[in-house]
């Protein structure tokens, strides 16, 4: 069985501070690892994904990810948050033998001006 | 190109009562799922369609749940005889044909069920 851990429910900041959300991850097998992005009252927005190959990952909207295998981790990050990153961000997994979303619990990101 | 259409936005029942959401997927996808999520909670995996055939429905409750995905029309989540320990949001989320598990699923914006 697949389970993913956000240790942080929430992450308050300053704007542009750094910040980074946790994630990490539990699989017998090789996995496929989504960041989510949900404004409130919205659907989910997928911010970007790793499926093989290179281990960063990034986003349009600057934010990146990094896949550690050896720390089932799945971290993402950015150099300087904006007021408008305020959202839920939620951690996923997935692998090629099932096609459903295993999500975390979520981590609320807040930013101050 | 419109994205995944969920109907209600919201949806109030009294208990006893019967809860219909649907999901229109997005133009040229062929997969469907219905993920629920409880207050303070991530989204949990119910159930994955494709036209007419239910593919994976081990995260849906036992009792009074039901899917389809019919060939012509929006999928349909019911739920029977709510209680209410079902109020929570329910999101449908799309993926195109043949892409299985490396394909984004693209979500709707959500149904949120409340029962009195």
């Known amino acids: 069985a697949q389970s993913v851990t956000q240790l942080d429910s929430q992450v308050p900041v300053f704007e542009e501070a750094p910040v980074e959300l946790r994630c990490n991850y539990s699989s017998s097998v090789s996995v496929y690892l989504f960041w989510y992005v949900q404004y409130p009252n919205q659907g989910l927005q997928l911010l970007l994904k790793y499926l093989s190959g290179s281990t960063l990952v990034k986003s349009i909207n600057g934010f990146e990810a990094e896949f550690n295998k050896s720390q089932t981790s799945f971290h993402l990050r950015k150099p300087s948050v904006h007021i408008s990153d305020t959202a839920e961000y939620f951690c996923a997994v997935t692998s090629y033998n099932t096609d459903k979303l295993i999500f975390g619990t979520g981590t609320r990101l807040q930013v101050f001006p | 190109n419109a994205g995944v259409m969920q109907n209600p936005r919201h949806l109030v029942r009294r208990r006893g009562q019967e809860a219909r959401l649907r999901c229109s997927p997005m133009?040229?996808?062929?997969?469907v799922y219905w993920y629920r999520q409880l207050p303070e909670e991530g989204l949990k995996f119910m159930v994955y369609l494709q036209k007419e055939n239910i593919i994976d429905e081990s995260g849906m409750p036992k009792e009074r749940f039901s899917a389809e995905f019919p060939k012509e029309g929006p999928s349909i989540l019911r739920i029977q005889q709510v209680v209410r320990g079902d109020s929570a949001a329910y999101f449908c989320a799309s993926s195109p044909p043949n892409g299985g598990s490396t394909d984004t699923q693209y979500f709707g914006p959500g149904t949120r069920l409340t029962v009195l």
């Open positions: 133009k040229g996808h062929s997969h």
